[in-house]
């Protein structure tokens, strides 16, 4: 709004096309509207939240050029598909659209019956699952990759439905036991990904077409020599009869398909003169890419972009407990390095410090200092955090950098099946903050609003030591005034 009200927008852009020549159609998002929104204060900003926002607005649309990245919470609560639509458009104000150093476009992908793209699945898509396992619709499900029981919200309750379900077959290629696995009938352990061959399309991509290969460094480690799972389908086609739709042999003579594939193309990153020479240098490289092969160069923007948008705005909707003064705002995060849980039964993963509070092992809630006054609680001890779903228990680790309604508990622990480095913990510093998450969806996209959820929080009397790296020494405020210094420390103004 400030950026087209004060004419910043960048040389050759046609604000009057984004914005369906309604020169008011963004007034509700003044400033002056936003800061209080935003919970903004003077404290916080370092003197009037409306001219720091205008500021904030002036600086990006001057420096050329800038970028506007979504995600995260931003995009994960109900309204997230018109927050992160409303921050992209940002850059077609600014003309780093197709732009060196801004938002480029990918290519398709060069091998005609394969995707540059993957479709990724949502609560909404497992929800439909859940149900079709408990009404008996579905009579198989094949498990690769996913450990759905741990990494869905409880309250979907699809642990439930497959306990139940009587004529369901479950087979679970996870090379490691996790809490889905435990409920298979049937588990064929997949080769990781050292011991397996790959190829992946890379994605996001630089802005030209590039695959990446994988090829075995190691070989099985134990006594048990796996097929992998690609190997696993080819070889189940083949008992069926089905060798027209898989024809390949195994999986490298697949990947080994593609490959002849990109040496037809005569193009890219790899000179051969025969198709095994292809091949060999193409293992060598670990992929090919065509740097002339781009997407597109330029991509107008619809006529009428930023009305559409601001038309679709809404305030997010939380679920679980209400607005009371013992209820806070939760924003799960992803762990490091145990990302979603999925490298949870990995000891050297486990022991690896979070960047800014450094622990380890354990799940943590952040919480502003103050707020852990106002509930008596310090560093250690444990907290009962409760949504309408279900309650579970972590360790305090008050920081600065929490706003005061807002607590914060990482992804990845909590798993009731596995190696001892991923259950052996008393429940007490290890929980899922799965368990507690609303079933709150994305408008218009069907998938988990994961930042959409209220919780309570009580002191439960208990404490324990944290596991960190820290020692006695934490994260404090350190003398900058707020806000403009902190970004000015981060990016110094002669760099």
Same mark, same amino acid.
């Given at each position: 709004?400030?950026?087209?009200?004060?004419?910043?927008?960048?040389?050759?852009?046609?604000?009057?096309?984004?914005?369906?020549?309604?020169?008011?159609?963004?007034?509700?998002?003044?400033?002056?509207?936003?800061?209080?929104?935003?919970?903004?204060?003077?404290?916080?900003?370092?003197?009037?939240?409306?001219?720091?926002?205008?500021?904030?607005?002036?600086?990006?649309?001057?420096?050329?050029?800038?970028?506007?990245?979504?995600?995260?919470?931003?995009?994960?609560?109900?309204?997230?598909?018109?927050?992160?639509?409303?921050?992209?458009?940002?850059?077609?104000?600014?003309?780093?659209?197709?732009?060196?150093?801004?938002?480029?476009?990918?290519?398709?992908?060069?091998?005609?019956?394969?995707?540059?793209?993957?479709?990724?699945?949502?609560?909404?898509?497992?929800?439909?699952?859940?149900?079709?396992?408990?009404?008996?619709?579905?009579?198989?499900?094949?498990?690769?990759?996913?450990?759905?029981?741990?990494?869905?919200?409880?309250?979907?309750?699809?642990?439930?439905?497959?306990?139940?379900?009587?004529?369901?077959?479950?087979?679970? +290629?996870?090379?490691?036991?996790?809490?889905?696995?435990?409920?298979?009938?049937?588990?064929?352990?997949?080769?990781?990904?050292?011991?397996?061959?790959?190829?992946?399309?890379?994605?996001?991509?630089?802005?030209?077409?590039?695959?990446?290969?994988?090829?075995?460094?190691?070989?099985?480690?134990?006594?048990?020599?796996?097929?992998?799972?690609?190997?696993?389908?080819?070889?189940?086609?083949?008992?069926?009869?089905?060798?027209?739709?898989?024809?390949?042999?195994?999986?490298?003579?697949?990947?080994?398909?593609?490959?002849?594939?990109? +040496?037809?193309?005569?193009?890219?990153?790899?000179?051969?003169?025969?198709?095994?020479? +292809?091949?060999?240098?193409?293992?060598?490289?670990?992929?090919?890419?065509?740097?002339?092969?781009?997407?597109?160069?330029?991509?107008?923007?619809?006529?009428?972009?930023?009305?559409?948008?601001?038309?679709?705005?809404?305030?997010?909707?939380?679920?679980?407990?209400?607005?009371?003064?013992?209820?806070?705002?939760?924003?799960?995060?992803?762990?490091?390095?145990?990302?979603?849980?999925?490298?949870?039964?990995?000891?050297?993963?486990?022991?690896?410090?979070?960047?800014?509070?450094?622990?380890?092992?354990?799940?943590?809630?952040?919480?502003?200092?103050?707020?852990?006054?106002?509930?008596?609680?310090?560093?250690?001890?444990?907290?009962?955090?409760?949504?309408?779903?279900?309650?579970?228990?972590?360790?305090?680790?008050?920081?600065?950098?929490?706003?005061?309604?807002?607590?914060?508990?990482? +992804?990845?622990?909590?798993?009731?099946?596995?190696?001892?480095?991923?259950?052996?913990?008393?429940?007490?510093?290890?929980?899922?903050?799965?368990?507690?998450?609303?079933?709150?969806?994305?408008?218009?996209?069907?998938?988990?609003?994961?930042?959409?959820?209220?919780?309570?929080?009580?002191?439960?009397?208990?404490?324990?030591?944290?596991?960190?790296?820290?020692?006695?020494?934490?994260?404090?405020?350190?003398?900058?005034?707020?806000?403009?210094?902190?970004?000015?420390?981060?990016?110094?103004?002669?760099?």
């Amino acid at each position: 709004q400030v950026i087209i009200e004060e004419n910043l927008a960048a040389p050759g852009v046609d604000v009057g096309s984004l914005t369906g020549g309604d020169a008011q159609a963004l007034n509700d998002f003044r400033p002056e509207t936003i800061a209080p929104m935003a919970g903004l204060t003077a404290e916080m900003t370092g003197g009037d939240p409306v001219e720091f926002l205008k500021n904030l607005a002036r600086s990006f649309a001057a420096s050329r050029p800038s970028i506007a990245i979504g995600g995260g919470s931003a995009g994960a609560s109900s309204n997230g598909l018109f927050n992160l639509e409303a921050i992209y458009a940002l850059n077609f104000l600014v003309g780093s659209v197709g732009e060196e150093g801004g938002v480029k476009f990918n290519p398709g992908s060069p091998w005609d019956d394969v995707p540059s793209t993957s479709k990724v699945g949502g609560l909404e898509d497992w929800s439909r699952i859940t149900e079709q396992i408990r009404s008996g619709e579905t009579k198989l499900l094949l498990l690769h990759g996913t450990d759905p029981i741990h990494g869905l919200p409880d309250s979907l309750q699809l642990r439930d439905a497959i306990i139940q379900a009587d004529d369901l077959m479950v087979i679970s +290629f996870s090379p490691f036991l996790d809490d889905t696995s435990a409920l298979a009938d049937l588990i064929l352990p997949d080769r990781v990904s050292l011991e397996d061959w790959g190829d992946d399309i890379t994605e996001p991509g630089p802005g030209y077409q590039m695959i990446g290969f994988q090829q075995p460094v190691v070989n099985p480690l134990g006594d048990l020599d796996p097929l992998s799972f690609p190997d696993v389908l080819l070889t189940v086609a083949q008992e069926l009869g089905k060798e027209s739709q898989l024809p390949w042999a195994n999986f490298k003579s697949m990947l080994r398909e593609g490959s002849d594939a990109l +040496f037809e193309l005569n193009r890219g990153s790899i000179e051969a003169s025969s198709a095994e020479e +292809f091949w060999n240098n193409l293992l060598k490289r670990g992929g090919w890419w065509d740097e002339q092969a781009t997407g597109p160069k330029s991509v107008q923007a619809p006529a009428g972009l930023l009305k559409t948008i601001a038309g679709k705005a809404s305030s997010p909707d939380f679920s679980g407990i209400g607005m009371g003064a013992d209820s806070f705002y939760l924003v799960p995060f992803s762990h490091n390095t145990l990302l979603d849980g999925y490298n949870g039964h990995l000891p050297w993963l486990q022991a690896a410090p979070d960047p800014l509070s450094t622990v380890t092992w354990q799940t943590w809630v952040e919480l502003n200092d103050r707020t852990a006054e106002q509930l008596d609680v310090k560093e250690g001890d444990i907290l009962r955090i409760e949504s309408s779903k279900d309650s579970i228990r972590a360790v305090v680790y008050p920081t600065p950098a929490a706003p005061p309604d807002v607590i914060s508990v990482p +992804f990845g622990q909590g798993r009731q099946y596995g190696s001892d480095y991923a259950t052996d913990r008393p429940g007490k510093e290890s929980s899922n903050v799965m368990d507690i998450l609303e079933t709150t969806r994305v408008k218009d996209t069907g998938s988990l609003a994961w930042a959409g959820t209220r919780v309570r929080v009580s002191k439960t009397g208990e404490s324990v030591s944290i596991s960190k790296l820290e020692g006695d020494v934490r994260a404090v405020e350190i003398g900058l005034t707020p806000a403009e210094d902190i970004i000015k420390t981060i990016a110094p103004e002669n760099a």
